[in-house]
Nanobody
Framework: QVQLVESGGGSVQAGASLRLSCAASGRTFSVNAMGWFRQAPGKEREFVAAISGMGGRIYYADSVKGRFTISRDSAKNTLYLQMNSLKPVDTAVYYC??????????????????WGQGTQVTVSS
């Protein structure tokens, strides 16, 4: 079993920055690719960014390219999302996710096996 715990969310004004962290525990040796997703009220969970098992391949949603940076520290079993130039449309619950059997990053919700509890990010104008 793998547990994922997000932290770093909060309420900020437009233009501010936040750094989200996701700490993995349990059978972390089985964790390969990881990603960040977000879900706003009334909307489906949407892809934000993904990173391959070794960190060499990265994929961003068009809406966050140039503003967000995904990274991982495998030795610490921690995933990060640096969010800069935040906009009100970024307001959502942000979820950390991990794949069990595949090292390739994916933008598809149904291709991830483990999920964190989510952390709220609120951006005011």
């Amino acid at each position: 079993q793998v547990q994922l715990v997000e932290s770093g969310g909060g309420s900020v004004q437009a233009g501010a920055s936040l750094r989200l962290s996701c700490a993995a525990s349990g059978r972390t040796f089985s964790v390969n690719a990881m990603g960040w997703f977000r879900q706003a009220p009334g909307k489906e969970r949407e892809f934000v960014a993904a990173i391959s098992g070794m960190g060499g391949r990265i994929y961003y949603a068009d809406s966050v390219k140039g503003r967000f940076t995904i990274s991982r520290d495998s030795a610490k079993n921690t995933l990060y999302l640096q969010m800069n130039s935040l906009k009100p449309v970024d307001t959502a619950v942000y979820y950390c996710a991990a794949r069990r059997y595949n090292s390739g990053g994916s933008s598809q919700v149904n291709e991830y096996d483990y999920w964190g509890q989510g952390t709220q990010v609120t951006v005011s104008s």
